[in-house]
């Protein structure tokens, strides 16, 4: 019953901008933590990982990759959390998953229980 829906991805030059949406249905996610995580082209599942997370109390973190042109915000009125990219890379292509945690502050993407299906960024050069 609960469900993650991607939105917001798409085709960019390198330099551009896009803000990922993933709203998250089936309870309310108040206490647990959030995130964006990356698969990059040609990976598997098991290599999925951490972009940037949010916990139950907004703290932050970021991989060093993104740490300065992305952000990572949450709206517990409406379920979502959002994944401003700014500066995009090239090398930022990927499909970008949000997952919900079972943990409050626990984002390791093992410690997924939920996915969504994904979207799509294109960074082209």
């Known amino acids: 019953q609960v469900q993650l829906v991607e939105s917001g991805g798409g085709l960019v030059q390198a330099g551009g901008s896009l803000r990922l949406s993933c709203a998250a249905s089936?309870?309310?996610?108040?206490?647990?933590?959030l995130g964006w995580y990356r698969q990059f082209p040609g990976q598997s599942r098991a290599a999925r990982a951490l972009v940037a997370a949010i916990t139950s109390d907004q703290t932050t973190y970021y991989a060093d990759s993104v740490q300065g042109r992305f952000t990572i915000t949450r709206d517990n009125a409406q379920n979502t959390v959002y994944l401003q990219m700014n500066s995009l890379k090239p090398e930022d292509t990927a499909v970008y998953y949000c997952g919900l945690s079972s943990f409050e502050s626990d984002y390791d993407p093992h410690d997924i229980d939920y996915w969504g299906k994904g979207t799509r960024v294109t960074v082209s050069s």
């Open positions: 089936g309870s309310n996610f108040r206490l647990n933590a």
